[in-house]
C-alpha cells in the first residue's frame, strides 16, 4: 500500500458550511487527484494536478477548488457545503511515467446535512 | 470517449474456489493501459493487477490472473483458491496512453463488482 493520508476520513456537516478534505503523500510524487465517488458508483475524475502550481479540473464538474503550492499536499475545498456534496472524495497520485499506477488513499466520506 | 463495463453488479464464490470477473471496454486508442483496482469495506483503492496494451502476455500476481482479449476488447479478471479477505468491490478501469495532457491523466472506471465470498 501507498503512504497517501486524507483527513478527515469521516465528516458530518452543516449546509453552507466550508470544508476542506485534506491529502498528503509522503512518495514525491508530482501528480495528484481527486476523484470522487457515490455510494455503489464507479468513481469521476474532479480534480488533478501535475505539480505545484498546476491545477487542472477533471471531466466531472465540481464546485470544489483544489490548491497545490506543496508537491506532496494537494487539499480540496467546498466554500459552501450543500447536501449535493454528499459522497465519497478519493485522493490519489502516480510518478510522472507512461502507465505507471495510481495509488488511492482511504477516503474521506463526506455527509452535508 | 473510452467506456469501461462491468456486466456483473455481484458475484459469489465458495472459498477456495476459482472466479472469474468480467470487464469490456470501448476505445479506439491502440495504446493504453488496464487495470483491476479492489475496494474492501475499509473503503482503500488497492491495485489488484495492471496489463499493458501492448503485451500479448497475460499479467499474473499471485492467485490473481487476467484474460486480455486485445481484439474483443476484453479484460477479465480470475481469483484462484479465492480466500475471505478477496471480498471486497472490484473495479476495472482504463487509462489512455496517449501523451496529450488530460488523456493520460484520467482513469476511466467501470461500475464495479462487489464479489461474496462464502465460507
Known amino acids: 500500500e501507498a503512504d497517501i493520508y486524507q483527513t478527515p476520513r469521516y465528516l458530518v456537516i452543516g449546509t453552507g458550511k466550508k470544508i476542506t478534505l485534506e491529502c498528503s503523500q509522503t512518495?514525491?510524487?508530482?501528480?495528484m487527484y481527486w476523484y470522487q465517488q457515490d455510494p455503489g458508483m464507479e468513481l469521476h475524475l474532479i480534480h488533478y494536478s501535475y505539480g505545484v502550481n498546476s491545477t487542472e479540473k477533471g471531466d466531472l464538474s465540481s464546485e470544489s477548488t483544489v490548491s497545490r503550492i506543496r508537491t506532496e499536499h494537494f487539499p480540496l475545498t467546498l466554500e459552501s457545503a450543500r447536501p449535493s456534496h454528499t459522497s465519497q472524495y478519493l485522493c490519489?497520485?502516480?510518478?510522472?511515467?507512461?502507465?505507471?499506477?495510481?495509488?488511492f488513499g482511504e477516503g474521506s466520506w463526506l455527509t452535508v446535512v | 470517449a473510452q467506456t469501461v463495463t462491468q456486466s456483473q453488479p455481484e458475484m459469489s464464490v465458495q472459498e477456495a474456489e476459482t472466479v472469474t470477473l468480467s470487464c469490456t471496454y470501448d476505445t479506439s486508442e491502440s495504446d493504453y493501459y488496464l487495470f483491476w483496482y479492489k475496494q474492501p469495506p475499509s473503503r482503500q483503492m488497492i491495485l489488484v493487477i495492471r496489463q499493458e496494451a501492448y503485451k500479448q502476455q497475460n499479467a499474473t500476481e499471485n492467485r490473481f490472473s487476467v484474460n486480455f482479449q486485445k481484439a474483443a476488447k476484453s479484460f477479465s479478471l480470475k481469483i484462484s483458491d479465492s480466500q475471505l479477505g478477496d471480498a471486497a468491490m472490484y473495479f476495472c478501469a482504463y487509462r489512455s496512453g496517449s501523451m496529450s495532457n488530460f488523456g493520460n491523466e484520467k482513469l476511466t472506471f467501470g461500475t464495479g463488482t462487489r464479489l461474496t465470498i462464502i465460507p
Open positions: 512518495m514525491g510524487h508530482d501528480k
Open positions: 490519489a497520485s502516480r510518478v510522472p511515467l507512461p502507465g505507471n499506477t495510481i495509488y
